[in-house]
């Protein structure tokens, strides 16, 4: 199981961007698709989440900003991420769980910056 992800870049303060993630390869079905994120120094933490049934799990730093969603035909992934701020630069990591096993793309840098 692959997956990868695209769409980092810059972005100004209170501006957006948009990334995507493909899950490919051997995957009977995919359960949870998400989105961690890592600051430099910091820990990785869970940004969204989006189960098989449509159910969402957003941390409360980006609630009402960032928008989760899936395409279960293509095995897709997107997350659009408005107002952006200066604090949620960080590398993105998309992730899913196929069965019982999780699986991680390679990560994509943001970027918040004026």
């Known amino acids: 199981v692959q997956l990868q992800a695209s769409g980092g870049g810059l972005a100004q303060p209170g501006g957006s961007l948009r990334l995507s993630c493909v899950v490919s390869?051997?995957?009977?079905?995919?359960?949870?698709m998400g989105w961690y994120r890592q600051a430099p120094g910091k820990q990785r933490e869970s940004v969204v989440f989006?189960?098989?049934?449509?159910?969402?799990k957003y941390a409360d730093s980006v609630k009402g900003r960032f928008t989760i969603s899936r395409d279960n035909a293509k095995n897709m992934v997107y997350l659009q991420m408005n107002s952006l701020r200066r604090e949620d630069a960080a590398v993105y990591y998309c992730?899913?769980?196929?069965?019982?096993?999780?699986?991680w793309g390679q990560g994509t840098q943001v970027t918040v910056s004026s």
């Open positions: 992730y899913a769980r196929v069965g019982a096993q999780g699986y």
């Open positions: 390869g051997s995957i009977f079905s995919i359960n949870v």
């Open positions: 989006v189960t098989s049934g449509g159910s969402t």
